[in-house]
């Protein structure tokens, strides 16, 4: 079909033909020839530029289409980001007030002990990072030895299936209540129990790989293989001193850690965790050699009472460690508490504990608290608690601590 315009100008050249006078019909053929040349120009000329408006919508749609996928893609992105990071933290301010005996120091001092961020991302479904940055004694400073500035976690979780999960980067180890779960509104006490700071040694993470999932029936597993402990002599073997924190720490020996637990009975947790380390100076001590953790824990939580319990040894291989008794470090602390009400509860926990119990006789360290949580946000927790020590040494420190703490 003829564009309108075509035909309008066919119609009004045909009325100009009638309207002129008779001419020769060799004059009028060649006139007709030259109109219909010009009909097929315009006609040419119109096609093309129909052609031409085509294509200009075409792109314009495609643009336009193109815009709204980029806009479109660009927020659908932000969006996963901001729903798939998650921002987290706790921290905890102390005051302690203790007098000390048979030469122990005084202590009567205010310290924002932790403050703590954790960052998550979820990449997808099986994929996430879980990352956690603490600064200790509220500043760091490397000349005064003051503070510390320290990454706790930082690793990626991949889930194998629904019950089992691998991991990869630094993380808390699986051993002890505390290590992995130490948010100040969790626990009783301002401070965190002795017992675990010195002979597990909370809070204790390493860099390595790690598996862990669920067996049924209640129980489940953790499994890691992590770089290990590097103590020595000059600090008696003592395990603490041993954590290498994954700066620049040598793997001359690894270690593994492995732990069972079992929830079968509502409010209850039983779990038991072992580790192995075939050198614990990292072959730099000869007199020194392998080293074994034994650890075992009980939670319990019916209606208003709870029970904490553990006990923990390590049997430590070697000469060198045999001649200051540290072939043997143990500890152990029972701590029963009840809950007035959402917002009160009370405690009481005796805690022993012994970095050289290899020597014959010695009784360790001993210390008692008791005290009072008040929580009145379930993320907000104001503390107070008296302790009473009774050591080997006769140094003790006795008095009372306030704290206050927060989680996120």
């Known amino acids: 079909m003829k564009h309108p315009f075509v035909r309008t100008a066919l119609a009004a050249a045909m009325l100009s033909a009638l309207s002129l006078p008779a001419l020769a019909d060799a004059d009028v053929e060649a006139r007709l020839k030259a109109m219909e040349a010009r009909l097929n120009a315009v006609e040419s000329e119109n096609q093309a530029l129909k052609n031409q408006l085509k294509a200009t919508d075409e792109k314009t749609a495609a643009a336009s289409a193109q815009i709204e996928k980029v806009a479109t893609a660009t927020s659908s992105e932000k969006s996963s980001w901001a729903e798939n990071t998650q921002l987290g933290g706790y921290g905890e301010l102390h005051y302690n007030n203790l007098d000390g005996e048979g030469g122990a120091s005084d202590k009567d001092e205010i310290d924002f002990h932790r403050f703590v961020l954790f960052f998550g991302h979820q990449f997808t479904d099986r994929i996430r990072f879980f990352s956690e940055l603490e600064v200790e004694h509220s500043f760091f400073s490397a000349s005064s030895g003051k503070g510390e500035i320290e990454i706790e976690q930082a690793y990626l979780e991949f889930d194998l299936n629904a019950n089992h999960r691998a991991k990869a980067g630094l993380f808390l180890l699986p051993v002890g209540i505390l290590n992995e779960t130490h948010e100040p509104p969790v626990f009783y006490g301002v401070e965190r129990n002795p017992v675990e700071a010195a002979i597990i040694p909370s809070t204790w993470w390493a860099g390595g790989i790690g598996l862990s999932g669920n067996l049924g029936a209640g129980f489940g597993y953790d499994l890691a293989v992590h770089e290990g402990l590097n103590t020595n002599a000059g600090a008696s073997y003592a395990v603490r001193s041993g954590r290498q924190k994954t700066s620049e720490a040598r793997a001359t020996d ?20 072992f580790q192995h380390q075939t050198d614990i100076t990292q072959g730099l001590d000869p007199t020194a050699g392998s080293a074994n953790l034994f650890e075992a824990h009980g939670v319990f939580n019916r209606g208003p009472f709870g029970l904490k319990a553990l006990y923990a040894r390590w049997d430590l291989d070697g000469s060198g460690p045999a ?21 009160w509860g009370v405690f009481a926990r005796y805690n022993a504990w012994d970095n050289r119990a290899g020597i014959s006789g010695n009784t360790g360290k001993q210390q008692t608290n008791f005290g009072v949580n008040f929580w009145p946000h379930s993320d907000v927790v104001l503390k107070a608690d008296y302790q009473t020590q009774d050591n080997d040494d006769d140094k003790n420190q006795n008095g009372f601590n306030l704290g206050v703490g927060y989680q996120f």
Do not use: C, I, K
């Open 254 to 273: 690894l270690a593994t850690t492995a732990r069972l637990s079992w929830t079968g009975v509502p409010g209850l947790t039983l779990a038991g965790s």
């Open 323 to 343: 001649a200051v008794g540290a072939d043997e470090q143990m500890g152990w602390y029972v701590e029963p508490a009840f809950r007035l009400n959402e917002r």
